[in-house]
C-alpha cells in the first residue's frame, strides 16, 4: 500500500507539484504558526509581568500607612483589596525584619504554597533582590515582590531599581517593608492552550482548503500535461519503470528523431518527387513525340498501304474505316464503294452465322490472330479464295483491326493441280513397284496353286483308278483349302496396295502396315536371301496418317535395300518401331554398302538414282519423303555402326486414336 502509494507520487508529475506545493504550504503554515503562538505567548507573560508589578506597587502604597503604624487592620484591608484582582491568589506583607504583618491566600492554595521568599526580598538591599519571578514552565505561580518605601512616588520598574541613594541610605527613599503578589499560572497556561488549539484548528482549516485550492490549482496547470499524458498512452502504452515527464521526455525525443526522419524521408521524397516530375515531362515529351511519329506513321502507313498488292482495310466496330486501292480492286470495286460498309458481309468469319456481327474480342486474344482462308464472291460474280490476316491496331488514337487480304485463288489452283500431280506420280510409283514386286508375288502365288494343282492331279487319278480314300482326301483338301486363302491374302494386298485412293487419312497401326507391306514383300527377301528382323516395342500407339501411303514408304525401303545388297554376301534388313516422346520411331537399316557422304544430300531429290537397272527412275526416296512430310513427319538418313544405309522416320504420335477424318496428299495446314 505504501509502497503504491509512493509510486503513484513517483510516477506522476502533478501528484509530485502536489505533494510540494502542499509541503511547502504546510511549512510555511506551520512556522507562521509557531512564530505567532510563540508571540503571543510573550505578549501574555508581558502582560502579566505588567500587571503584577502594578498590583505589587499599589499593595505596596497601600501597605505602607498601615506598616507605619502598625495596623493590623489597615493591611489586612490593603491585601484583601489585591486578592479581588484577576488571577490573584495570595498577597503578603512582610516588616523590615521579615516578619508576616499579613498574609492571605484565595481559592484553594495554602498559605505555606505562596509567598515562600520573603527572606530574599528583605534581606537583600539591592534592586535586584526586590523581584523575583518565578518560571511558567515548572510552577503553577509567579511572585512579585515590592519594596514598601517611605517616600511616596509614582512607581515604576525602574524606580523600584534605580531611585535609591548612591550610598544605600535610607535619606531620600528608604524601605519599611516588603509585599509580594502571587498569580496563578493555571489561567494563563490555559489561555495558552486555547491559543495553541484555535491555532491548529486554523491551521488545519487551512491546510484543508490549501489542499483543495493546490489540487485545483495543479490540475487546472497540469491539464493540458495529462491530456497530452493520456494521448501518449493510448497510442502506446505506458513502460512499466516510466513516470509520466520521463514518458513525456521520451515521447518528446521520440517525435523530435519522427520528426528529423520525416524530414529526412519527405526530402527524399521530394527529390524523387521532383526526379518524377522531370520523368514526367520528358515523358509527356516523348508522348508527343510518339502522337507526332504516330500520325507520320499513319501517313506513311497509308502510303506503304496505298503502293501494296495486298489488300489492306482498317475495321472499326465492324465497320471499314479505312482500304487501299488494292483492297477494292480484289473485291472488284471502287474504294468508297467499301467504305462505312459493315466488314462482316465482305468478309464472312469462317463459321460465323449471316448477319452476326464481326468477333472484334476474338482478334485481341489468343489465337485470334490467325490467318485463315475463305472464299468469297466479288462484285462482277467471281467466287475468289482469299487468305485473310487480322491483327490489333491503333488507328487515329482508336483501337481497331489492320486487314490484310491477298488473292490466292491461283495459287490454290496451282497448289491442286501439284496435288493431283503428286498423286499421279504416287500411283506410277506405287504401280512401279508392283511391277517390281510381280516376279514376287508372282512366285509367291505360283507356291500354293502348284500345291493345289498337285492335290487336284493326285484325286482325279485315284477316281480314275477308283482308289479314292477319304480321309486322305479331306487332309489335302483342307491344304489346299487354306492355301487358296494364302493367295486370297496376297490378292487382297495387292488389289489394296493398288487403289488410287490415297487420301483418307485414319488412325493407322504402324507395325500392321510394315506386315502387310511384307506380305508383299516377304517373298522376294526369301528369294534374295535376306534375313529380316523386326524389333517392334509394345503397346505402339496409333499414327494419323494413310496406311496405303505408309505401306509404300516401306516397301521402296525394302526394295532400295534388296537392291543395294544384290552382291552383298552378308544379307540382312533390321526394322525398329519404338515411341520416341510424342514420336514414333522407325528405324529401317540394311547390311548393304550403305551411302557415300557426298552422295547422301541428293538421295531424296526427284529423279536421282545410281542404278543402271530399267525401271528406275530416281523418285523412290523422294516419294518416300514427300508421304513423310504429309504425315507432319521427317525423314533422315544415318550411319550406323555395323549397318549399310539407314533411314530413321519419326511420325507424331496420334493424340486422338478413335478419330478419323479424311484429308488429300499433302494434307496439313494450308501454307497458300
Ligand atoms: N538402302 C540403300 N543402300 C544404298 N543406296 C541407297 C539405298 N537406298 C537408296 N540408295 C541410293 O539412293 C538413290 C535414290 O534412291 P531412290 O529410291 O530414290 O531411287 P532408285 O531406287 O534409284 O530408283 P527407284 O526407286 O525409282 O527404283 C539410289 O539410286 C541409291 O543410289
Ligand atoms: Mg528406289
Not at 505589587?56 to 490593603?78: K, P, T, V, Y
Request: charged letters at 25%.
Amino acid at each position: 500500500m505504501k509502497q503504491y502509494f509512493f509510486r503513484r507520487i513517483r510516477m506522476s508529475f502533478s501528484n509530485k507539484l502536489f505533494v510540494f506545493l502542499m509541503g511547502v504550504f504546510v511549512l510555511l503554515t506551520s512556522f507562521f504558526s509557531v512564530f505567532s503562538l510563540h508571540s503571543q505567548q510573550e505578549n501574555f507573560k508581558k502582560n502579566l509581568l505588567r500587571e503584577g508589578f502594578m498590583i505589587a506597587g499599589i499593595l505596596a502604597d497601600n501597605a505602607r500607612l498601615g506598616i507605619f503604624s502598625m495596623n493590623n487592620r489597615q493591611l489586612e484591608a490593603a491585601v484583601s483589596n489585591v486578592l479581588g484582582a484577576y488571577n490573584v491568589i495570595g498577597a503578603c506583607i512582610y516588616d523590615m525584619e521579615g516578619q508576616i504583618l499579613q498574609r492571605k491566600t484565595a481559592g484553594p492554595w495554602e498559605m505555606t504554597d505562596i509567598c515562600r521568599k520573603p527572606e530574599r526580598a528583605v534581606n537583600d538591599p539591592s534592586a535586584e533582590g526586590l523581584l523575583n519571578v518565578s518560571s511558567f514552565e515548572d510552577d503553577e505561580i509567579v511572585e512579585f515582590w515590592s519594596p514598601v518605601l517611605t517616600k511616596t512616588s509614582k512607581l515604576s520598574e525602574d524606580e523600584l531599581y534605580f531611585e535609591q541613594d548612591n550610598r544605600g541610605r535610607p535619606g531620600r527613599t528608604q524601605r519599611i517593608g516588603s509585599v509580594g503578589v502571587v498569580f496563578a499560572t493555571t489561567e494563563l497556561q490555559k489561555n495558552i492552550r486555547d491559543m495553541l488549539i484555535t491555532n491548529l484548528l486554523v491551521l488545519f482549516f487551512l491546510v484543508f482548503i490549501s489542499c483543495l485550492a493546490t489540487y485545483f490549482l495543479v490540475q487546472g496547470v497540469t491539464e493540458p500535461l495529462n491530456r497530452l499524458l493520456k494521448d501518449i498512452k493510448s497510442r502506446g502504452g505506458m513502460p512499466e519503470d516510466r513516470d509520466d515527464l520521463g514518458l513525456i521526455s521520451d515521447t518528446y525525443s521520440g517525435l523530435i528523431r519522427n520528426l528529423s526522419e520525416s524530414f529526412a524521408t519527405i526530402s527524399t521524397l521530394n527529390s524523387s518527387l521532383e526526379i518524377k516530375i522531370a520523368e514526367l515531362e520528358q515523358e509527356i515529351a516523348k508522348r508527343k513525340q510518339t502522337e507526332a511519329a504516330l500520325h507520320d506513321s499513319e501517313e506513311k502507313f497509308r502510303d506503304i498501304s496505298e503502293g501494296i498488292a495486298e489488300g489492306v482495310a482498317i475495321v472499326r466496330d465492324g465497320i471499314f474505316v479505312w482500304l487501299n486501292k488494292a483492297f477494292s480492286d480484289i473485291f472488284a470495286c471502287l474504294v468508297d464503294d467499301l467504305l462505312g460498309q459493315e466488314a462482316a458481309m465482305l468478309l464472312p468469319w469462317p463459321g460465323q452465322k449471316a448477319g452476326s456481327p464481326w468477333p472484334s474480342e476474338r482478334l485481341t486474344g489468343p489465337g485470334g490472330q490467325e490467318p485463315f482462308l475463305i472464299e468469297v464472291r466479288r462484285k462482277d460474280g467471281l467466287d475468289i479464295l482469299l487468305n485473310v490476316c487480322c491483327r490489333p491496331i491503333i488507328f487515329e488514337k482508336q483501337k481497331a483491326i489492320q486487314v490484310i487480304i491477298r488473292d490466292v485463288t491461283e495459287r490454290h489452283r496451282e497448289k491442286t493441280r501439284r496435288k493431283e500431280l503428286e498423286i499421279k506420280a504416287l500411283a506410277q510409283s506405287k504401280l512401279a513397284s508392283l511391277g517390281k514386286i510381280a516376279s514376287g508375288v508372282a512366285h509367291e502365288i505360283n507356291q500354293p496353286l502348284s500345291y493345289i494343282r498337285v492335290v487336284y492331279e493326285s484325286a482325279l487319278q485315284d477316281i480314275a483308278k477308283q482308289r479314292l480314300d477319304p480321309a486322305e482326301m479331306t487332309v489335302n483338301f483342307r491344304e489346299a483349302l487354306r492355301q487358296v486363302g494364302r493367295i486370297t491374302q496376297i490378292t487382297d494386298h495387292l488389289r489394296h496396295f493398288g487403289r488410287i485412293d490415297t487420301s483418307k487419312f485414319e488412325q493407322v497401326q504402324v507395325p500392321e502396315t510394315l506386315t502387310n507391306s511384307l506380305a508383299l514383300m516377304r517373298e522376294i527377301l526369301r528369294l534374295d536371301n535376306i534375313s529380316l528382323t523386326q524389333e517392334i516395342g509394345e503397346h505402339l500407339p496409333s499414327v494419323f496418317g494413310n496406311s496405303v501411303q505408309l505401306e509404300q514408304v516401306f516397301i521402296n525401303l525394302f526394295q532400295n535395300s534388296v537392291d543395294a545388297m544384290s552382291e552383298s554376301n552378308d544379307k540382312r534388313i533390321r526394322v525398329s518401331v519404338q515411341q520416341a516422346g510424342e514420336m514414333l520411331e522407325i528405324c529401317f537399316s540394311d547390311s548393304g554398302p550403305g551411302i557415300a557422304f557426298e552422295e547422301q544430300k541428293n538421295i531424296f531429290e526427284p529423279f536421282y538414282s545410281t542404278k543402271s537397272m530399267e525401271n528406275r527412275s530416281g523418285l523412290g526416296l523422294a516419294i518416300v519423303n514427300s508421304i513423310i512430310r504429309d504425315h507432319h513427319g521427317r525423314i533422315a538418313y544415318r550411319d550406323l555402326p555395323g549397318w549399310g544405309a539407314s533411314f530413321v522416320i519419326n511420325l507424331p504420335v496420334s493424340r486422338d486414336s478413335g478419330n478419323g477424318s479424311s484429308g488429300a496428299l499433302g494434307q496439313g495446314p494450308d501454307n497458300i
